[in-house]
């Protein structure tokens, strides 16, 4: 892409991998917008504005929280592989012990696998310990399930350690900052629990109660919660696109005060929901739900 080349919000979208509705809220929260005018005609982006926007996208996969990783693409002045070299010399993926894992859970030695997960997640916490080495780790063995249709038993093996050692950490929040529990579901027949079991985990780490009703919940179930409870989050997990139908949202209760619905994962697909609002990664989740619950 050079200099004069200008990019649509779609294409841009496209290219990062990212919905439309999150780079409108980028530019909307974070000034992280296009730059590009013409009378009569949208706003296009220019190389430099995607170069930011790459350098955020990775800050954020990352760990960085979405506010820091804006306030370096704002001030950053380089191309696309500048930013690129500049996340990779801070940040890496945990190659070493990602590579173990794998050698470990393919010998099937539960026990090796649960203690070095154990260990990274006391040390690291959950956040790293999520973004770092096991989505490399739940890659790897979707990846060998996808290309040589074996090695599904270990993946569902290391899946149920990880879930565990989850379940554990969001069990222990003792003083919450919310008074009352943020909601945390999987909607309509969607089973993919995981990533919802890495939420309530890592809001437990800050010090956010939540209220887990996991795989395949009910709209009318959900509704029903929110009418009882009024939480001040509400959280939509879907993974396959048969569940992410972003109409359904239209049938939760309207209750006083009303609480952030915070949709994630692929099966919402390009959806923007006026409703709702869109996260791509743990940390953009747990940002959006500290922000609902006033921390």
């Keep these: 892409m050079t200099e004069s080349t200008s990019l649509t919000v779609a294409a841009v979208a496209r290219r990062l991998g990212v919905a439309p509705a999150t780079l409108r809220t980028w ?7 296009p730059s590009e005018h013409s009378s009569g005609e949208h706003r296009r982006y220019s190389a430099t504005d995607l170069a930011r926007l790459t350098l955020m996208r990775k800050l954020v996969i990352s760990g960085v929280s979405p506010a820091e990783a804006a306030q370096r693409a704002l001030s950053f002045e380089g191309s696309e592989s500048d930013g690129t070299r500049a996340v990779e010399r801070e940040i890496k993926v945990r190659e070493e012990l990602v590579e173990t894992l794998y050698r470990a859970a393919h010998a099937y030695d539960r026990s090796f696998v649960e203690e070095l997960l154990r260990t990274e997640i006391s040390s690291s916490g959950i956040t790293s310990t999520w973004n770092e080495v096991i989505v490399p780790l739940l890659i790897m063995l979707g990846d060998e399930w996808a290309d ?96 992410g139908d972003p109409d359904i949202l239209a049938e939760l209760p309207n209750v006083r005060p009303a609480p952030r619905i915070v949709i994630g994962g692929r099966g919402w697909g390009t959806s923007d929901p006026k409703s709702a609002v869109y996260v791509e990664n743990l940390v953009e989740a747990c940002e959006e739900i500290q922000r609902a619950v006033g921390a």
């Design 148 to 243: 040589q249709g074996t090695g599904i038993e270990t993946e569902h093996m290391v899946s149920e350690i990880i879930k565990r050692l989850l379940h554990a950490n969001h069990e222990n929040v003792t003083n919450p900052i919310n008074a009352r529990p943020v909601l945390l579901a999987c909607i309509g027949e969607e089973m993919h629990s995981l990533p919802l079991h890495a939420l309530a985990a890592a809001l437990s780490e800050r010090n956010i109660q939540t209220q887990f009703l996991g795989a395949r919940t009910p709209i009318e179930a959900i509704s029903a919660i929110v009418k009882r409870s009024a939480p001040p989050a509400v959280f939509l997990w879907a993974q396959l696109n048969k569940n």
């Design 27 to 33: 530019d909307r929260r974070y000034g992280l917008g």
